[in-house]
């Protein structure tokens, strides 16, 4: 189907639901609710990035794992697993929608020391009983498989071959956005610049072309931003920009086999990108940035990342950086884990915020689940609701251990 230009102007001055963020996660809720045979009401998403340049998405290593601590989590991947092999049946059998490639190289774990050895077994025990395939490994099972490793120090390693690795995220977000514009939601290139809300409801956005549009729901799906579009209806969120570094590198000597997403006990990751290869760390001096930098200190590679690399994978001494970016986390300041619910108080108004690390492989669920509290008040498919705003209410951290 041809789709007419976005503009910058709605057609109507009042709609259903109003999503503000129009990158992965708010167009994986447009999809959802206008895919959602109970729900005919109307969806206006506003985005001010049409580009898409400056959001987490646009930075994202696009990787999934079912390595959690917490059941939930391990489902939420399950399910984002089961959508994207199925993707195009889902999202009504388009024969353009190609398939979406997901390499499963799986994540390796590597503890060096036995709290975190055992923080691994722990999880395990939560995901074998999922159904994942995740397996401890010991330092000689991983040599035995990955020789290219250094192991000194490591004393047991976690490695899930299955329904883990790269997938194609991008071509995912790229479908939700066009089938929710063919199933009649609206995007606008515009800036959500204030909130209106009367009592314990929201009930307008003001655009910043001046525009002021009726909202019967407004859900927050602006990535970084989450705070300033909760503080224009006068509500908090802990949700703060901080930086996380990527860079593509190529080694002079090929290991010639897969490198899993390796979680080094230093924070750095290393992972097989194709042909090349993937790392990154948060900085060690962590702080919330300003939602427009994206500077790069290049001390992070020199000093932090090349040296642990170098080191887990000796054949790493030698390698070319072939191009490096910051993009932003939206940093869940409580528990880095998804909040998705309406505020406790102001119930029209629906959070999808906070995800850390780990939006992009949960967009599937996420976009399900907001859906659900829209056209039922409830989740359906999986409860969610321990992700939910109450906590953030009243303090009481979502305790998910494997945190990257
Ligand atoms: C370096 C890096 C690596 C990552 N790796 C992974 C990974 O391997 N696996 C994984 O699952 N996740 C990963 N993530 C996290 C994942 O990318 C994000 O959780 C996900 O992309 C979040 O999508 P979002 O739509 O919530 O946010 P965003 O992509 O930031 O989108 C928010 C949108 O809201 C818009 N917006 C904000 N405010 C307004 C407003 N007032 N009016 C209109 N529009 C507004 C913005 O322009 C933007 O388009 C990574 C993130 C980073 C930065």
Request: net charge negative.
């Amino acid at each position: 189907m041809k789709l007419a230009p976005i503009v910058s102007e709605p057609k109507s001055p009042s709609y259903d639901v109003v999503i503000v963020g129009g990158a992965m996660i708010g167009s994986s809720v447009a999809w959802f609710l206008s895919a959602n045979p109970d729900f005919d009401g109307r969806i206006l998403v506003v985005e001010r990035d049409p580009s898409y340049e400056f959001t987490s998405t646009s930075h994202t290593n696009s990787c999934t794992r079912l390595q959690f601590s917490n059941e939930i989590n391990v489902r939420i991947s399950q399910f984002n697993a089961e959508f994207l092999r199925n993707f195009r049946e889902h999202l009504g059998g388009d024969p353009d929608i190609p398939d979406i490639h997901l390499h499963e190289f799986g994540y390796m774990y590597l503890a060096d020391s036995e709290k975190f050895a055992d923080i691994l077994r722990e999880s395990h025990a939560v995901q074998v009983a999922c159904g994942a395939q995740t397996r401890l490994m010991t330092p000689d099972e991983i040599a035995a498989e990955y020789p290219f490793y250094n192991l000194d120090g490591i004393v047991l390693g976690s490695h899930n071959p299955k329904d883990e690795g790269y997938f194609d995220g991008n071509t995912m977000f790229t479908w939700y956005r066009k089938k929710a514009r063919e199933n009649g939601v609206e995007y606008v290139t515009n800036e959500v610049v204030a909130i209106g809300r009367t009592g314990n409801r929201v009930d307008s956005v003001t655009l910043k072309s001046g525009e002021v549009i009726q909202a019967g729901i407004i859900i927050n799906a602006s990535g970084p931003r989450a705070a300033l579009t909760a503080q224009m209806a006068g509500l908090d969120v802990p949700v703060e920009p901080r930086k996380r570094y990527t860079y593509i590198f190529k080694p002079e000597k090929p290991l010639g086999q897969d490198l899993p997403l390796t979680i080094d006990p230093t924070g750095v990751t290393m992972r097989t990108d194709g042909v090349n290869f993937m790392c990154g760390c948060p900085p060690d001096d962590d702080p919330a940035v300003d939602h427009d930098d994206f500077t790069i200190d290049h001390s992070v590679w020199e000093e932090k990342i090349w040296p642990a690399l170098a080191t887990r994978v000796p054949a790493f001494e030698a390698v070319k950086v072939l191009n490096g970016w910051v993009g932003h986390y939206s940093f869940n300041v409580l528990d880095q884990n998804a909040i998705i619910g309406p505020h406790t108080e102001v119930g029209n108004f629906i959070f999808v915020n906070g995800f850390s690390g780990h939006g992009f492989q949960q967009s599937a669920a996420m976009g399900r689940g907001a859906s659900e509290l829209v056209a039922y008040g409830e989740f359906r498919g999986l409860d969610l609701s321990p992700l939910g705003y109450e906590r953030i209410a009243t303090g009481t951290p979502f305790l998910e251990k494997a945190v990257i």
